[in-house]
């Protein structure tokens, strides 16, 4: 008998795996220093989904620049607005070449910056959802000058996601997060004045999301009653499925079509059960063309059988 428990353990070891392997979804990327410079030479503003601009606060609108300038160094090329410029700020701009260091300046090579403008203004570095859907955010400010004293922040449709400082020279400042998006609606990556120098690194790479799968569980023993709370999201129509896994046992839970639904939604799912220890929920997301390309598995103690 135990040969037989272990091999059943086994097999439910490697079910379990096969379904949490990573799959192989596409998920379209947008890289703001990738495309900066064919949007530089070709003068437009805004460039595809990004735009580059001014403001003169992380939540106050932004007014695009509308001229093009070579900076100093002159593998720097600049979107600027002469009628407020001064000394080649504010910009939004890319290091188009090999890292630079003058004792003053800090670039990587091929970096994008933001420079604060010396009349306070903010340089913003604005992201236009495509489509709804949510977003992955990736990003990245770097202190890309010696003395430097600038405010960073990330906004999304007027609402502040995040904000930090940049006080140093080479100074790293991530953040990410995932958000929903419609149609129209923007990120802002922001630098503002600090009390210091103004040029700060930003990298910003923004995914498309094809599918969110999340689950939190919580027991009633009185009831005995298993609610799972899902947060589901997906770019294609698939066949969501879940299964209950406790010891060696795996038993489906449901199976339902799940139409496109572009922004995560709630959903609570419940199902009867007796107290049996430590159980799992094992979910995910089917294509047929595709196969799984979302899942989520997590436990909780349903107390002692």
Same mark, same amino acid.
């Given at each position: 008998?135990?040969?037989?428990?272990?091999?059943?353990?086994?097999?439910?070891?490697?079910?379990?795996?096969?379904?949490?392997?990573?799959?192989?979804?596409?998920?379209?990327?947008?890289?703001?220093?990738?495309?900066f410079?064919?949007?530089?030479?070709n003068?437009?503003?805004?460039?595809?989904?990004?735009?580059?601009?001014?403001?003169?606060?992380?939540?106050?609108?932004?007014?695009?620049y509308?001229?093009?300038?070579t $900076?100093?160094? #002159?593998?720097?090329?600049?979107? /600027? @607005?002469? =009628?407020?410029e *001064?000394?080649?700020?504010?910009?939004? +701009?890319?290091?188009?070449?090999?890292?630079?260091?003058?004792?003053?300046?800090?670039?990587?090579?091929?970096?994008?910056?933001?420079?604060?403008?010396?009349?306070?203004?903010?340089?913003?570095?604005?992201?236009?959802?495509?489509?709804?859907?949510?977003?992955?955010?990736?990003?990245e400010?770097?202190?890309?000058?010696?003395?430097?004293?600038?405010?960073?922040?990330?906004?999304?449709?007027?609402?502040?996601?995040?904000?930090?400082?940049?006080?140093?020279? $080479?100074?790293? #400042?991530?953040?990410?997060?995932? /958000? @929903?998006? =419609?149609?129209? *609606?923007?990120?802002?990556?922001?630098? +503002?004045?600090?009390?210091?120098?103004?040029?700060?690194?930003?990298?910003?790479?923004?995914?498309?999301?094809?599918?969110?799968?999340?689950?939190?569980?919580?027991?009633?023993?009185?009831?005995?009653?298993?609610?799972?709370n899902?947060?589901?999201g997906?770019?294609?129509?698939a066949?969501?499925?879940?299964?209950?896994?406790?010891?060696?046992?795996?038993?489906?839970?449901?199976?339902?079509?799940?139409?496109?639904?572009?922004?995560?939604?709630?959903?609570?799912?419940?199902?009867?059960?007796?107290?049996?220890?430590?159980?799992?929920?094992?979910?995910?997301?089917?294509?047929?063309?595709? +196969?799984i390309?979302?899942?989520?598995?997590?436990?909780?103690?349903?107390?002692?059988?």
């Open positions: 008998m135990e040969a037989s428990r272990n091999f059943a353990l086994s097999l439910a070891v490697v079910f379990l795996g096969a379904l949490l392997m990573p799959h192989a979804a596409l998920a379209q990327s947008y890289n703001a220093a990738a495309v410079e064919g949007g530089w030479a003068q437009q503003n805004p460039n595809g989904v990004w735009s580059y601009g001014y403001s003169s606060g992380f939540t106050e609108p932004v007014t695009l509308n001229a093009i300038q $900076g100093n160094p #002159v593998q720097t090329h600049l979107w /600027v @607005s002469p =009628k407020i *001064d000394g080649y700020s504010p910009n939004v +701009g890319l290091n188009d070449g090999p890292a630079y260091n003058n004792g003053n300046l800090d670039f990587l090579a091929n970096e994008l910056i933001l420079t604060v403008g010396i009349g306070g203004q903010y340089s913003d570095l604005v992201f236009t959802a495509p489509a709804t859907a949510a977003y992955s955010i990736a990003s400010f770097r202190g890309a000058q010696y003395r430097i004293g600038t405010v960073v922040g990330v906004v999304a449709n007027g609402k502040v996601l995040f904000s930090s400082k940049v006080t140093s020279v $080479g100074q790293l #400042v991530p953040f990410s997060a995932q /958000v @929903s998006l =419609k149609a129209g *609606d923007t990120l802002v990556f922001s630098a +503002g004045p600090g009390g210091g120098l103004q040029n700060t690194g930003i990298s910003a790479i923004i995914t498309v999301v094809p599918c969110t799968l999340k689950d939190t569980l919580t027991y009633d023993l009185t009831t005995k009653t298993l609610t799972m899902f947060t589901v997906n770019n294609a129509a066949t969501w499925n879940a299964w209950l896994t406790s010891g060696n046992d795996i038993k489906e839970v449901f199976s339902i079509s799940q139409p496109i639904t572009k922004l995560p939604v709630s959903v609570t799912k419940t199902t009867t059960l007796s107290p049996e220890g430590t159980v799992g929920v094992l979910s995910t997301l089917t294509t047929p063309t595709g +196969g390309y979302c899942s989520s598995y997590v436990q909780v103690n349903t107390g002692t059988p």
